[in-house]
């Protein structure tokens, strides 16, 4: 069968410029495009600290271990999503209980959490799946009342607003992802944001093998949850566009919107609250007798 790639993402001229000044500039593992990075990330998504790393299942990792999550800990996650945060969850052998997501937006809402958080409920992680998001607002401020931990797995939804703040923004920490999939790329890369200088500092100094500022004086037991310079140059220039990405992949979604039979084929809701990036355009066959897979191999031929 011929493999047709998920995303073909587009590499400027004014990347490439930005990736040859990083390797010029000789700075190739840290240097200055690590914090101009992360510092265009924070201010696009208006969050206090934002901290770049080699992917976004990194992020999910050391999003856990930030907020101090440890064997046995009950946490949530949706039944339907990419599976990065279940499998990090099982690696630190937490304990995962799946919860349903809505059948109309493939994510989360508040009335699913409501029904399973128990008293031993420590964090629930929301995947925006596909760019979308339910009344994350109130599950914020549900949770928050609790004192149960807030994750948002923004990977898939970069750029994606509800009630104009930027999914990212609601969570106690928040995790993306930069893989050639997402919004904007890195090849390989990721990022946690929050609002909490704890959990920042925190996440800051396990990424980079636990050592604060002195050379080879380890504090903690860390990890090298690093990404270089040059592919942090590349993320700052990328970043800069993400509107006009945006833009593009909504007249996309809506050509094929319009191209679709209604009848046979509904896709992902996207409430009125959500300014969404389209990440993806994902279809639900309503008819048993049309076959998924049958779906699949008439697209791959066309
Ligand atoms: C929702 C979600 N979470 C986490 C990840 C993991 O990101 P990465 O591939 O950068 O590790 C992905 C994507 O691959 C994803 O779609």
Redo the contacts with the bound molecule.
């Keep these: 069968m011929k493999l047709i790639p998920w995303a073909k993402p587009k590499v400027t001229i004014q990347d490439r410029k930005i990736i040859n000044n990083a390797l010029r500039s000789g700075w190739i593992s840290h240097g200055s495009y690590v914090e101009k990075f992360e510092n265009k990330l924070k201010n696009f998504l208006k969050v206090k600290y934002a901290s770049s790393v080699s992917?976004?299942?990194?992020a999910?990792q050391l999003a856990f271990l930030s907020l101090g999550l440890k064997r046995g800990d009950e946490i949530l996650c949706p039944s339907y999503?990419?599976m990065?945060?279940a499998n990090i969850a099982t690696q630190m052998f937490l304990n995962i209980k799946f919860i349903d997501v809505e059948k109309n937006s493939f994510c989360l809402s508040l009335n699913s959490i409501k029904k399973n958080v128990t008293k031993k409920t420590k964090a629930v992680v929301v995947?925006h799946?596909y760019g979308n998001t339910c009344e994350i607002d109130s599950i914020s401020r549900f949770l928050k009342k609790r004192k149960i931990f807030l994750i948002e797995?923004t990977?898939?939804a970069l750029g994606s607003k509800y009630k104009n703040k930027y999914l990212g923004a609601f969570g106690d920490i928040s995790?993306i992802?930069?893989?050639s999939?997402?919004s904007i790329t890195t090849g390989?890369?990721?990022a946690i944001v929050t609002n909490n200088k704890e959990i920042y500092e925190k996440a800051k100094l396990l990424r980079n093998h636990g050592v604060k500022n002195k050379r080879y004086y380890h504090n903690v037991p860390g990890f090298n949850f690093r990404i270089s310079n040059i592919l942090c140059a590349l993320g700052y220039s990328q970043l800069k566009r993400l509107n006009k990405i945006k833009k593009k992949r909504k007249k996309i979604f809506y050509f094929y919107l319009s191209n679709i039979d209604k009848k046979k084929i509904s896709v992902q809701n996207f409430s009125k609250n959500i300014d969404p990036l389209y990440w993806t355009f994902s279809m639900y066959i309503k008819e048993k007798k049309y076959k998924r897979d049958n779906l699949i191999s008439f697209l791959q031929k066309k």
Excluded: I, Q, R, W
């Design positions: 992917n976004g299942t990194a999910l999503c990419y990065a945060a995947v799946t797995d990977a898939e995790t992802s930069f893989h999939t997402k390989e890369g990721g």
